[in-house]
């Protein structure tokens, strides 16, 4: 049996994500295809930067955000791959455009995909977000994008793996997200309010819990956000158990524009709520807290806006952690540059490679990773 891993997109650098995986075996007339995410474009007007392949057995959607997600507008459009099955927890599908084959991902669970026990479990980044695990070979694992810090969002532990490919977006990055809560919230004190353009999906009701958190209830959610009211009506399994009580005495009301602090569900700022409020600098003081896309990087260059970053993906210590659990013998972290290699194996050991295509063979195809999936998976066990 033959295991190959071509990142078409995602290594190297902040940019769409699209993994090509595919197993071979003498046994099987033609081999099992998976696309593991597909991302568009991070700026807009850009092209996304990958081509989709051809003869794939199924997509995979690790969660909803447009660089994980965005090119299934373009299947969408497409006839000759529309049909292809694409796997996602129902509330990412939720965000997915009409004339696709959908298929659902529990948000954690085991089920047989092509022949291939996959295993999810959430990832602590989104609403619905989930990581993905493929009992091939000795283990393969895909983070999507992850964090162990949100106090919304679980993160679910996984089943060790021989190969691993995780998020690496901040780099080496090591600062907790109690020191950017305290950085955030020297800006609640500001003359103007405080307009920050988040992912519908991701921090927005996250930020919203911590400021309710701290007694200050003068924040607002665009109606594009997810509310209190839609997790507690969704699926709970990728939800930290400690915030229901707070979700539950959170109260949904209309986008305020006279707020002190307005989250918008945008993160670039470019439609919606976000965009009409950030044309109003003598209202509003613009902070973003995520990726910065051009016309962001450039206001906050001139001052005309800020950055104090949320952490939503894995710090140093955090990456260390999850590789060293999973035992993996190679790890590739994704959307990030590394010019120091020896730095990144110094910080996180010597599995880490910059290899965009991995191969592995195994004699038998029955030595698969069944044997050591954990028995039972258990948010927040070992972190």
Request: aromatic share 8%.
């Amino acid at each position: 049996m033959k295991i190959s891993i071509d990142v078409l997109s995602g290594a190297g650098r902040k940019t769409a994500a699209a993994i090509l995986m595919t197993c071979s075996d003498e046994g099987n007339p033609r081999p099992i295809r998976f696309l593991l995410d597909a991302g568009g474009a991070l700026e807009a007007g850009e092209d996304k930067g990958w081509e989709i392949p051809d003869n794939l057995d199924a997509i995979f959607i690790s969660h909803d955000h447009e660089d994980h997600m965005g090119a299934l507008r373009e299947i969408a459009q497409d006839n000759k791959v529309n049909q292809i099955p694409i796997y996602a927890t129902t509330e990412v599908q939720k965000q997915f455009p009409a004339g696709l084959n959908v298929r659902t991902l529990p948000v954690c669970g085991v089920l047989p995909i092509e022949g291939i026990t996959v295993t999810t479990g959430s990832a602590g980044h989104s609403f619905g977000g989930v990581w993905l695990h493929f009992a091939i070979g000795n283990g393969v694992f895909y983070s999507g994008d992850f964090s162990f810090e949100s106090t919304l969002y679980a993160f679910t532990t996984p089943p060790t793996a021989e190969i691993a490919l995780l998020d690496a977006s901040y780099g080496l990055y090591d600062e907790s997200l109690d020191g950017c809560k305290r950085k955030l919230e020297t800006f609640l004190t500001h003359e103007k309010a405080l307009l920050m353009p988040v992912p519908q999906t991701g921090r927005a009701l996250e930020i919203a819990c911590w400021l309710s958190s701290i007694g200050f209830h003068d924040w607002t959610l665009a109606a594009d956000c997810i509310s209190p009211e839609n997790v507690l009506a969704g699926a709970k399994e990728g939800i930290c158990h400690s915030m229901m009580p707070v979700l539950m005495r959170l109260k949904s009301k209309p986008f305020d524009t006279d707020a002190k602090v307005l989250l918008c569900g945008d993160p670039d700022g470019l439609s919606g709520e976000a965009a009409e409020l950030l044309a109003q600098p003598e209202r509003y003081l613009p902070v973003y807290t995520g990726h910065l896309p051009e016309h962001a990087q450039y206001s906050v260059n001139k001052g005309d806006a800020f950055f104090v970053r949320w952490n939503v993906h894995p710090r140093q210590r955090d990456l260390k952690k999850l590789i060293d659990y999973l035992q993996c013998q190679v790890c590739l972290p994704l959307f990030q540059t590394i010019n120091d290699l020896p730095a990144w194996q110094q910080s996180l050991g010597n599995s880490v490679t910059t290899r965009s295509y991995i191969e592995r063979y195994y004699d038998d195809i029955d030595n698969v990773s069944n044997h050591r999936k954990a028995d039972k998976l258990n948010r927040h066990a070992w972190l």
